[in-house]
């Protein structure tokens, strides 16, 4: 497999997977990848996330993306292998606690720390997974500083080592905590870094949350009330997908 199927030169598969999971059929991209994820650890590691990544989109998939996990953890065999497979454990543990489903913030933080331990800084996975300790800083812990030195760093390895999508990231939630912060002019220019990124690369499911968000720090009530129509129409495009986004979006149900 090469690349991530978000630019030219990808290969035929993981161009086909990139365009199901933006348009939120992460089941049928997980589908794609079965036969490969079955001797392949790093294809498993990638089925075993579409599964995960559903859930925090639909919270629905739990039992398969649990199922996938195992599998996936099954197969890996050194350390870059356990460590992206410890990093997707503790995503889902963090999902599971986040949306109510079950604490297990534990379980999250151990699998985390496990990860961290197995990805030194520099490695492949380490952005990705300081973006997710970021997460449970912010949104398990309440440390929005903690959050914000591990989004930096997330940022950072997301720049040194391409990966857009993770930008997209990172630039709305470093935007977010400065919104908190009452830097508005900061927290907009992150909104719509992180939206410009996402349009670019096609990430429809994506979009609608940057909408909303650059939405909330934008000062003129019309063109706020614009972004937020924008960000209804794709989300009844999507069948209401993400779940979480419909509370911010009164008008979309």
Do not use: K
């Not at 589908?31 to 996330?49: C, F, K, V």
Request: charged share 25%.
């Amino acid at each position: 497999m090469s690349g991530s199927g978000t630019t030219a030169g990808d290969d035929p598969l993981q161009t086909a997977v990139w365009r199901l999971r933006s348009r939120a059929c992460w089941t049928d991209a997980a589908a794609l990848l079965e036969r490969l994820a079955a001797t392949d650890a790093r294809a498993a590691l990638q089925r075993a996330a579409l599964l995960g990544e559903r859930c925090l989109y639909t919270e629905q998939g739990w039992a398969a993306a649990e199922d996938a996990l195992r599998a996936a953890e099954a197969l890996a065999h050194n350390d870059g292998e356990r460590g992206a497979a410890a990093c997707e454990r503790g995503q889902l543990a963090y999902s599971a606690t986040l949306l109510g489903v079950r604490d297990r913030a534990d379980e999250a933080r151990s699998a985390l720390g496990r990860a961290a331990a197995l990805l030194p800084p520099g490695a492949p996975g380490r952005a990705l997974l300081d973006f997710r300790r970021g997460l449970m800083a912010e949104n398990l812990s309440d440390s929005p500083q903690a959050a914000r030195a591990a989004y930096r760093r997330a940022h950072a390895g997301a720049t040194a080592h391409p990966d857009p999508l993770l930008l997209s990231f990172t630039w709305r939630h470093l935007a977010g905590l400065a919104l908190r912060d009452g830097e508005l002019a900061e927290a907009r220019h992150g909104f719509a870094e992180s939206l410009r990124i996402r349009e670019e690369l096609g990430y429809l499911v994506g979009t609608a949350p940057a909408l909303a968000s650059l939405a909330e720090a934008e000062p003129d009530p019309e063109a706020a009330e614009r972004l937020r129509a924008e960000a209804s129409r794709l989300f009844r495009l999507l069948g209401g997908v993400p779940t979480w986004l419909a509370e911010h979006l009164p008008t979309a149900a």
